[in-house]
């Protein structure tokens, strides 16, 4: 992988080729998408070290003592080599990034899963690397509806909200921050937003004018001679509240000024580093106080919180840096009524590979505020299905193991197995053994068990139905695969490429089949729809329109979680019927969302372009009323339209003649399921192309990647 590193003794800069970091117990591995360059921090670290030694020497000279100590106990040879020892060890850059988790380690399990999205924080661990491994109480699952790009500002805003508590501002404050750069952007928002009224004072006019775009009520030069007189008529002539110096400078002008514009016993919160002199006399007579914002909360520098994962408790310590990185990430999402705007504060973006670049900026004079490196996603695509034909042994019925009985299970699915002659019911797994030994006795099960090893393990099943929560679909289906089981997996087959991945490589080592839940291309007037569309030629334009109706927001399929959101819960079907129907391979992607009002997004418009020049639309909501019709299906081709309604009726009209056919709202179910034991009884071969089920889950994970990214994704 590569990563930017420093030499602590030249200062140079260099994008170095190095082994990737590997996941330990307690952290979790995280492959970057972006990250973003603390100008005011990370300028001065590039500063000191591209001093000579006697300039490391002159601002340092706490360290000089530490070298003169060395050379009294150990000598000056000793004490030259460990100096150049250290000078000579690469220095890492970056402490703020967002990316996807690729490993969970030992103790996180629950905590975190491989594709999350998550935002990570710590000098020396979220690095500007392609990888990186971060302790898990540094990392935070990032909102669907957050860009990468605004993620990775997740630590500078711990910083900042950390700095707004330690003003003890509340309510009607008046708070004044000196020094508005990307810190001091973020504590004014934030102060904004938690209802304080907020001075803005910097040099720069042009940040001035961002600081009160994005809710300054007042914003100044410290120099301007109008700064006390609008100090007075803000507070009434007290001062401010509290002032929040935020100003990178060796000059102590900012506490000068923190002075004057305070009121009596006021509190000066300092973060970032600042000259430290201050007019004692100015700060006597108002008996004021000062507290150093200590990084990005409660847990910094406490090895024990951050590498061993031991929590505060909640009672005594509630805004740790943990959830200071976790409320930033809320609250940059759109579903809140009003929210973080981090987006104004990106000035300069690079490719990761140009770094050299970005940091060229920072350390020049032309204005910058937010500088993020951004890295390609890997991997973007899904890899290769070499899979073999399907060839398991042909048996007179289908034997099988059923993992997961939830409501559709066990309303839909086991009732049509139980009615099939050619199915044996050998072992029902689910995790409370009390629902297992129902289900058994429900459907005719020959035994019940809480784990999935009594099926996958079990040399009498040859055959497997997961039907479990959304998250463990794709390692059970690979786990049935290297079994050398056939498997039926319930929709959606996976919620990240990476899952996906991890089923083709199962299915490229295994004779198995697999098939997937996508009942709705088993439906009567479906498959009626696609004969007459195939005898159309040329290519084809579709909209399904989908009255999904609303879930509680505490629904589990609604949770990132478990069921990974509507979309690549419940959109799938759709993906994956408008691939059925039109018959060739999807190109590319495009979505749009309403804004969530709560929880995940459930409402999408998607585009979907075929190999063909064909077209699909979905229009997915949960915003119409439950008594409308659920599910239409309009096609139109070669100058015909045709019309499936809730599976119930299809209207077909070709040159002026209407023809209606009806049938009960069949979608499939029971065909789909019979085509599977089918396909276990004859040894194969699988019922659908697996490859196109390959296809229209990864089109479904790529809507979710649209959405974030705001352009069209191909294939």
């Known amino acids: 992988m590569k990563q930017l590193v420093q030499s602590a003794r030249t200062g140079r800069l260099a994008l170095r080729d190095v082994p990737e970091p590997k996941v330990r117990p307690g952290h979790v591995l995280v492959r970057t998408r972006s990250s973003l360059i603390s100008a005011g ?16 020497a002159q601002a340092r000279p706490d360290l000089v003592r530490k070298v003169l100590e060395k050379v009294k106990r150990d000598g000056p040879v000793a004490a030259a080599r460990a100096v150049w020892a250290r000078l000579d060890e690469p220095l890492p850059l970056g402490y703020s990034a967002a990316g996807e988790v690729v490993a969970v380690g030992a103790g996180l399990e629950g905590g975190f899963r491989v594709g999350e999205r998550v935002a990570v924080a710590g000098a020396g661990l979220a690095n500007h690397a392609e990888v990186n491994v971060v302790p898990g109480n540094l990392a935070a699952s990032v909102p669907s509806d957050v860009t990468d790009e605004e993620a990775c500002f997740g630590t500078l805003i711990a910083i900042a909200m950390h700095a707004v508590r330690n003003t003890g501002a509340g309510l009607g404050d008046v708070v004044g921050v000196v020094g508005v750069g990307l810190v001091g952007q973020l504590a004014s928002q934030l102060l904004a937003l938690g209802g304080a009224r907020v001075i803005a004072i910097d040099r720069s006019a042009d940040r001035l004018a961002l600081a009160r775009r994005l809710g300054a009520e007042i914003a100044l030069d410290p120099a301007d001679l109008g700064l006390d007189a609008a100090v007075k008529s803000v507070t009434g002539g007290r001062g401010c509240d509290a002032v929040l110096i935020a100003a990178a400078t060796d000059s102590s002008e900012p506490f000068a000024t923190a002075a004057r514009i305070a009121r009596d016993r006021a509190r000066v919160a300092v973060v970032g580093l600042t000259g430290t002199a201050f007019p004692y006399q100015d700060f006597m007579k108002k008996e004021l106080s000062i507290v150093v914002s200590r990084s990005y909360g409660p847990g910094r520098y406490d090895r024990d919180y951050e590498e061993r994962g031991i929590k505060y408790p909640e009672g005594w310590v509630r805004w740790t840096e943990t959830e200071n990185l976790k409320e930033g990430l809320r609250l940059m999402s759109p579903a809140c009524p009003r929210r973080l705007d981090v987006k104004s504060l990106i000035t300069h973006r690079f490719p990761a590979d140009e770094a050299n670049a970005a ?7 032309e204005p910058q505020l937010g500088v993020v490196l951004l890295y390609p996603e890997k991997p973007s695509k899904v890899i290769e299905a070499a899979f073999p034909a399907a060839r398991t042994v042909a048996a007179g019925a289908c034997v099988l193991g059923v993992i997961g009985a939830g409501a559709f299970a066990r309303s839909a699915l086991l009732p049509e197995l139980k009615r099939m002659s050619r199915v044996t019911l050998d072992t029902l797994v689910t995790q409370r053994g009390t629902s297992a030994e129902h289900g058994r006795e429900m459907f005719g099960f020959a035994r019940a068990s809480s784990d999935e090893k009594d099926v996958l393990e079990n040399p009498r099943i040859n055959a497997v139905l997961v039907a479990t929560r959304h998250d463990s ?6 786990r049935a695969l290297a079994a050398g089981k056939p498997v039926l997996v319930e929709k959606p087959l996976a919620l990240t490429l990476q ?4 089923v083709v490589e199962a299915r490229n080592a295994s004779a198995a089949f697999f098939q997937v839940g996508f009942n709705r291309r088993y439906a009567p007037l479906a498959r009626a729809l696609k004969e007459r569309l195939l005898a159309i030629p040329g290519a084809k334009s579709l909209l399904l329109r989908v009255n999904a109706g609303a879930l509680p927001a ?6 990132p979680d478990s069921g990974g959101g509507r979309i690549l819960g419940e959109v799938c079907h759709f993906v994956d019927l408008a691939r059925f129907l039109v ?19 459930e409402d999408v418009s998607i585009a979907i372009r075929f190999r063909d020049r064909s077209l699909a639309t979905i229009i997915y909501t949960a915003l119409g009323d439950p008594s409308f019709p659920k599910e239409r299906i309009e096609a139109y081709a070669g100058g015909s339209a045709f019309a499936l309604d809730d599976f119930r009726t299809l209207t077909s009209v070709e040159q002026g003649r209407t023809a209606v056919d009806k049938s009960s709202k069949d979608k499939g179910i029971a065909a789909a399921l019979a085509a599977f034991v089918d396909a276990v009884i004859s040894g194969g071969p699988p019922p659908v192309d697996e490859a196109e089920l390959i296809e229209t889950s990864a089109a479904t994970v790529a809507v ?4 974030r990214s705001g352009e069209r994704v191909d294939l």
Do not use: C, P
Not at 47 to 53: M, N, V
């Open 41 to 56: 921090t990370e300028r001065m670290v590039v500063a000191f070290a591209r001093k000579s030694l006697v300039g490391k």
């Open 473 to 478: 679909h794709a390692d059970l289906a690979a």
């Open 554 to 559: 505490d629904h589990w399929t609604r949770q």
């Open 359 to 365: 940091y060229d900026l920072i350390t020049g004079a």
């Open 499 to 502: 899952d996906i991945n991890r």
């Open 583 to 601: 018959g060739d391979a999807i190109q590319s992607v495009h979505a749009e969302s309403a804004a969530a009002e709560t929880g995940s997004v």
């Open 704 to 707: 979710m990647e649209s959405l």
